[in-house]
């Protein structure tokens, strides 16, 4: 309903300056020049293409680097346990993305599709190779 979309866009706020910042920097005369500025069509689009982010449970290694550096705590993990991106808390700011060591490459982006559903919590424990315990 009307209520999640007002929810999303407030959820999208960080993304959209990001996205938007040479837009929002100008300074119109008049109230009305706005109006024009923007579309519905391009918040639509916007929200449409708004990336999300995901964590590729083959590749995590549960380093807890995205995990300490994600500003709004929207990613759920521990040492050792495959990390989730909680989609309902994620702004899509991409520092996750950034954050991720090139070496494990963990994090993908995803537009205009959905984000696959996190997998469960058994197979969440990561299994170090050649780290096996008797």
């Known amino acids: 309903g009307p209520r999640s979309k007002l929810e999303e866009v407030q959820r999208l ?3 959209i300056k990001l996205e938007k910042k040479e837009k929002l920097a ?3 005369e008049n109230e009305e020049d706005y109006d024009e500025l923007y579309t ?3 918040v639509e689009k916007l929200i449409g293409e708004a990336v999300s982010y995901y964590v590729d449970p083959a590749k995590c290694q549960a380093c807890m680097i995205c995990l300490r550096k994600c500003p709004v705590h929207g990613i759920d993990g521990e040492k050792g346990l495959i990390h989730v991106i909680d989609q309902e808390v994620c702004i899509k700011c991409g520092t996750c993305y950034d954050a991720c060591p ?3 490459d963990a994090i993908s982006m995803i537009t205009g599709e ?3 559903p996190p997998i469960s919590e058994e197979e969440r424990v ?5 780290k096996e315990a008797n």
Do not use: S
């Open 102 to 104: 090139e070496r494990f």
């Open 13 to 15: 706020v960080p993304y």
């Open 114 to 116: 959905p984000v696959p």
């Open 126 to 130: 990561v299994v170090r190779k050649g």
């Open 26 to 28: 100008l300074r119109l």
């Open 40 to 42: 519905a069509d391009e």
